[in-house]
């Protein structure tokens, strides 16, 4: 079963893999492969990106992300770094509509991206509610094909280390998917408290 519904040539498949596993450069066909390809190369990345510190936070954009996302999975899918073209939604909610995606990221950079110097004058409370609000955010505009939550996770990190914290441990979010789907849900109609919750829990976590 599909992860999510995608109207457009970008839902096209591997041949061969029974329509789990996304057309890809590595003619891949099994999931369990392609999750242990992506999370290599996810890795790497994790590692090229938190090893330069916080020196260039100043700087971070849109096209930043869209560079992450193509060091990630450029050897993977033809679209890698570029914002998905098809509409998606996940249990019959919709994300940003393809076309609205590159405004919307516009307002992302400016609200979110450009705040990063000055996260770690924040209070706790307050970092926590802009980490949450970024997040879901992000998660709503969903800009690629695949791999938006790692790349809000990582993204998340990076505001977490300009914050003076250290990258966080996601494993609660992981075995608590449903509450975090329902979190992210909320923040669509404003409502970031639930997701503040799971910020909190990992963000503290590292203290």
Known sequence: MAKYSVQGTEGSYQA???????ANKLAITLPEEMNE???????????????????????????????WHYAWLGEVYDWAGQFRTVNMSKDDF????????????????D????????LSALSTEKLVAFLAESHVE???IHPFREGNGRIARLLLDVMACAAGY?????????????????????GAGGSYEYMEKLVKDVLLSEL
């Not at 990345?45 to 260039?56: A, F, I, Q």
């Not at 076309?99 to 992302?108: A, D, G, Q, S, T």
Request: negative net charge.
């Open 37 to 67: 390809a992506e999370t290599h190369l996810l890795s790497l990345l994790y590692s090229e990106v938190l090893s330069s510190g916080t020196k260039d936070l100043a700087n971070l954009s849109v096209s930043e992300l869209q560079y």
């Open 94 to 109: 919709a994300f940003c509509g393809a076309k609205f995606i590159e405004p919307h990221l516009v307002l992302f950079e």
């Open 111 to 118: 609200k979110y991206l450009k705040q990063l110097p000055y």
């Open 166 to 186: 250290a990258p966080l441990d996601y494993s609660l979010w992981l075995q608590n998917k449903e509450y975090y789907f329902k979190s992210i849900q909320a």
């Open 16 to 22: 061969g893999s029974n329509g789990l596993v996304l």
């Open 138 to 140: 992000f998660i709503l």
